[in-house]
């Protein structure tokens, strides 16, 4: 392991020498203040990314106790935690990365709890680092490691700092690595359109069929409200759409139902575009609801979300499938 000086307090520049950063997943290291672009192996060039919900690419924190929130008056009062302890970082979506590098710059030296986890579109994630009471250096960057799935790009990173940190100031940043020249997506044909398959579905599932279920209350304390009302399918990066389009039949045994329907379009800095909003609106067999939509100009979203429900409308059933157009 080796160790280098400590870190400009604005950005994270680390000019590291001979540190092989990208033997295994989750290699770890703590080095002297290093230049960005030789975080990255050769041939590939370094990006920093930004901080979701915050401004930069750098975060500056000092993780403090948990605290609980009032309870609210009615039936499901907010008892929720709350921390300072995860930060994400968004991953632009037209763009693959080869390797991640998280570097964390202690103020104190102590022990740490990190967690680092790639965040996908399908809703689950990958755990890159988990480590209990990590002992780290004032003035000197500690360095994690992390490799994406081949058949699939993050779009966020996610660390947690917390724990054992309380009360100690850190510092933090992530950069992707990718080929110095990153090929365009595949041209297709404008106006063709792929399916996109469904978040948690069974094998490559592109339709979801359902009947809307009456809302559960769960928990122990009777605060949490579950239903099968949502559902979400993948954008698949690197793909550029132009537009995407839902399509949502009913198939009740008289042929026509009314629904409440929203759609969304999910973005990797946790903010969304409300496409559609409709109570009540009527769908036959002879007619479906198609619903166009069309993405930011500077950023794709991870996922579209299609919802459909009202407890009005409990047990009729639906289908619906989303495509990506270009």
Not at 132 to 154: H, K, M, N
Not at 253 to 262: K, L, M, N, T, V
Not at 265 to 275: H, M, P, Q, V
């Amino acid at each position: 392991m080796k160790r280098y000086n400590a870190l400009s307090s604005s950005l994270l520049l680390i000019t590291i020498s001979g540190l092989n950063l990208f033997a295994p997943q989750g290699a770890i290291a703590q080095s002297p203040t290093p230049s960005i672009d030789d975080l990255c192996p050769a041939g590939t060039e370094s990006v920093a990314l930004n901080v979701v919900g915050g401004e930069g690419t750098t975060v500056e924190k000092t993780p403090r106790n948990p605290t609980f929130p009032i309870p609210l008056p009615g039936p499901l009062p907010s008892i929720t935690i709350r921390d300072n302890f995860n930060t994400d970082w968004a991953i632009p979506t037209t763009e693959i990365y080869q390797k991640y590098v998280i570097a964390i710059a202690p103020e104190d030296t102590d022990d740490y709890d990190i967690e680092v986890n790639l965040k996908y579109g399908d809703d689950e994630h990958d755990e890159i680092y988990d480590r209990r009471s990590t002992d780290l250096t004032e003035g000197e960057v500690f360095l994690i490691t992390a490799e994406p799935r081949q058949d699939l790009q993050p779009y966020q990173v996610n660390v947690r700092v917390g724990d054992e940190a309380i009360g100690n100031r850190y510092t933090a940043a992530v950069v992707g690595c990718r080929t110095s020249a990153t090929p365009p997506p595949p041209l297709v044909e404008r106006g063709t359109c792929m399916r996109l398959m469904v978040v948690g579905g069974r094998d490559e599932q592109n339709t979801v069929e359902k009947r809307i279920s009456v809302p559960t209350v769960t928990g122990p304390f009777g605060i949490g409200v579950r239903n099968n009302w949502n559902t979400d399918w993948i954008v698949p990066v690197p793909q550029q759409f132009r537009s995407f389009i839902a399509m949502i039949d009913a198939i009740d045994e008289d042929g026509s139902s009314d629904y409440d329907i929203e759609l969304n379009l999910k973005y990797n800095d946790d903010t969304s575009d409300e496409i559609f909003d409709q109570d009540e609106q009527r769908i036959s067999t002879d007619e479906p609801l198609r619903i166009d939509a069309r993405p930011r100009a500077d950023n794709q979203p991870y996922q579209v979300n299609v919802f459909v429900g009202g407890v009005d409308h409990v047990g009729d059933r639906y289908q619906a499938s989303v495509y990506g157009c270009y």
